[in-house]
């Protein structure tokens, strides 16, 4: 196929697709899907090899969020029947990093509801950062607490933070259709902070909330065009209780084409499978492997995930191996090009958090929308949802019971 041909050559240089290259990725047909992914495939292993970098989500503060995103069980006005709890101490939240790095990960993202952090917060969150740090040898932490006030980066950076994760969700045409108390303007402003402090910035999607091909390639390109080091691929859980706990649009096919185009278009980015991926690629998870070159290892904020042994037992299967402490994340351009942007060898050394789940992390996002490009901006997003529908599966939709915020031992 031309097509695959073209974006395989485009991936190898790093130069970008057009906006038709990257819909037609989404319109391929089901019998095309194994040369799509092994097209991405190419990409992804010349930039990444067989290596999965491991994540593993802390909650620091379930719940009670006063923000209405209508995709997370934390929202205000969410009747999920979500754990709910205020703010860990830092050695309960080390903790239960020490049981995700004990599986494999070499990532903790640190994620709290709310719409942001006070400063008090962020004195709290330094605090649990340095308990991190120094119970976990070689750990990397990520901080995803919501919007950010001015300085606040620089001071989860002085404390040690190497990345800060906040997610655009969607396209800046549809964003007010999610959510009402804050903007899509507002999450750019805060990725365009962490990059700014020196933070690697992470900052991804939310795929299955019903929205337009052009919605996602929109986002996708947004997400390239702030210069994030990490891209985490959602895939909407659609909990009872919260106004999309309808919304059953996606198939493990259309999963898989959403994390080629990823891919094509960031092909040098971390593009990690996040929330989402057990209850929509289910059977199809290892073929994702091809594509992404990160995952959560475990549960996540409010559900629960596979087992972390399950996730272990499946990259070992499928070929690939667990990334190392020793071994930095992303390509050496990037590496050399943050470090020279940042003036130090710290930022974008090693990618992003990315803690959605269709359970939330507190808005995840930033100010300042870019542009679009090309005719796709003058002629507006198509707003019909994706013809294809998953059967809902609400019985592959748990809650998270165990870990941070319990008593009883996490997943990982």
């Not at 019998?31 to 802390?58: E, I, Q, S």
């Not at 990345?163 to 964003?175: F, K, R």
């Amino acid at each position: 196929m031309d097509l695959l041909n073209t974006l395989v050559d485009k991936g190898l240089r790093r130069e970008l697709p057009t906006r038709e290259e990257a819909l037609a990725v989404l319109a391929t047909s089901d019998d095309d899907l194994l040369d799509v992914v092994a097209a991405a495939g190419k990409v992804r292993r010349h930039w990444f090899g067989r290596r999965v970098k491991l994540n593993y989500l802390v909650n620091l503060k379930s719940g009670l969020c006063p923000e209405d995103c209508s995709y997370c069980s934390q929202r205000l006005g969410s009747k999920a029947e979500i754990l709910k709890y205020t703010w860990l101490k830092p050695d309960e939240a080390s903790q239960a990093a020490a049981a995700g790095v004990a599986g494999g990960a070499k990532r903790v993202c640190l994620v709290a509801s709310g719409r942001g952090p006070t400063d008090r917060d962020v004195d709290r969150v330094a605090q649990t950062i340095a308990a991190v740090k120094e119970q976990n040898e070689g750990v990397e932490v990520c901080a995803c607490l919501g919007l950010l006030s001015d300085g606040q980066a620089e001071r989860l950076r002085g404390a040690g933070a190497d990345a800060y994760n906040h997610n655009l969700n969607t396209s800046e045409a549809t964003y007010g259709d999610i959510t009402k108390t804050h903007t899509y303007a507002d999450r750019v402003d805060t990725v365009q902070k962490a990059h700014a402090a020196g933070l690697s910035a992470c900052s991804g999607l939310i795929a299955g909330m019903g929205e337009s091909d052009h919605d996602l390639v929109d986002v996708v390109y947004a997400l390239r065009e702030l210069d994030a080091d990490s891209v985490p691929v959602n895939f909407l859980i659609p909990f009872e209780g919260t106004p999309l706990a309808k919304e059953w649009n996606l198939t493990p096919q259309r999963c898989l084409r959403i994390l080629a185009m990823t891919r094509f278009v960031c092909p040098d980015i971390e593009v990690r499978i996040a929330g989402g991926r057990e209850v929509h690629l289910r059977s199809m998870q290892p073929l994702a492997l091809n594509l992404a070159n990160s995952i959560f290892l475990g549960d996540y904020l409010t559900s629960e995930g596979q087992a972390g042994q399950a996730d272990l037992d499946m990259i070992a299967d499928a070929g690939f191996e667990v990334e190392g402490t020793d071994q930095v994340t992303l390509p050496k351009h990037r590496v050399d090009a943050a470090a020279a942007a940042a003036g130090c060898g710290s930022h974008g050394a090693t990618g992003g958090c990315g803690a959605h789940e269709g359970g939330g992390c507190g808005p995840c996002g930033g100010s300042e929308a870019p542009a679009a490009s090309s005719d796709e901006a003058t002629a507006g997003p198509v707003t019909e949802p994706a013809a294809e529908a998953n059967e809902a599966r609400t019985d592959l939709v748990a809650v998270r019971r165990r870990g941070a915020g319990t008593d009883l031992a996490p997943n990982a």
